[in-house]
């Protein structure tokens, strides 16, 4: 006798229920008595199907934070039995990758020379027909079932999430900054904050002259125009958002039922809570305007007790920093051991930013190590750094406060040890990089259900 579906719904044994899905089928869902899986309490039968994600991004080298998440997500992925499909950009300082042939080749728009060439590289700044008919060809080979896209714009550009959904294929985008409300995706003009084009108003770009040239501004309005119209943003299913600060910024174009909050995660077994220091305080990340590093360098001739600071990093300010402060230490860029070693080795970190943060993975490193951090007052900052718990937040900008806040713990060990302590603690609570996995597996699943 055919049963109902209420009979089947009512027939379970210890290990075996039964779901229905999105599409009024039922699915074998296996509980294991006495185990928990590390993808959660249950593990979905899918038979001999094994899980395939897209992972795009336009970087596959470590140039950033988007390319730290991008790469532990992609470890973690495979780890977890997950198949990973790479879609990316050619370089010659790309890690390898077994669909490196399916690349979109090297743009570098600052040097591109001829008029014929610079159309045509602005046109593809917009849209990447490159793009389009690769990851056509990669997925008609791999079809994937979740696509997880991280920074994409300018060189593979939103064009590929259209195609992504001509496929079928759910997709997922992890918003690293604020691109989706403003054209630039810093949120800033001529170093101030600035909203104005609100996710919709891109022509505001050149009326605002918000960049160093008005083809710039050109271009980045008819970029911002081009996928709104097309809609290529609205092909998403779900936008992963690190930050509150950023769900509620980005709300403003996106459905708020679209974005999920997932705050980065670290893997904490790569990281030694020190208990003690060198007593030198210390900067990581780019030597740019906007990441306040010039507040940082004035606040320091500012303590009123004597420290080092040493800044790890590079970029378009390095040379005049350098030659400007002969008495900080200008360490260059650092990865692996040697970078921990630093944070370990410091009396804690600063963050100075005058640009909206979304979630500093520096932050999030220096807390892994136990050290204390001070923070602008802005952007995402707020939420990893309690204020007079793991840290101290200061007015963006202010070098007068920030010197202050460094004063206060450079001249008490035992302040700055307790915030490293809690910091840690914190991290281990939040942004644990095994937290955040579970998280985005379900989310994968839900979409691939």
Known sequence: MKQSRKDLADTRDLRINLILNRWGEYS?????PGEKSRRGQLTQKQGNHKMKVLMANKFFYLNGGSERVFFQERELLQKEGISVIDFSMQDERNLYSPYAEFFVENINYASASGLFRKLKTAASFIHSGEAVRKLEKLLERERPDVAHLHNIYHQLTPSIITVLKKHGVKTVLTLHDYKLICPSYLALNKGRICTVCDGRAFWKA????????????????????????????????????PSRFLVDLTGRRIPREKIRLLRNGINLDKYFSYCDDKGYALYLGRLSKEKGIRTL??????????????????????????SAYPDVQFIGYKTGMELNDLIGEAAFVVVPSECYENCSMSVLEAMASGKAVIGSNLGGLPEQIEDGVSGFLFEPGNARD??????????????RQDMGMAGRKIMEEKFSLHEHGKKLISIYRQLSN
């Open 28 to 32: 074998e869902v296996y509980f294991i």
């Open 402 to 415: 920030l010197a202050e806040k460094m004063d206060r713990l450079i001249q008490d060990k035992m302040l």
């Open 297 to 322: 360098l004035d606040a320091h001739n500012k303590l009123n007790t004597a420290v080092s600071l040493k800044v790890v990093g590079d970029g378009p300010l390095a040379e005049s920093l350098q």
């Open 206 to 241: 050149v009326i605002c002259h918000c960049q160093a040239s008005r083809m710039q501004e050109l271009l980045l309005a008819a970029e911002g125009l081009w996928h709104l119209w097309q809609r290529s943003y609205e092909a998403v299913d779900i936008f992963i958002a």
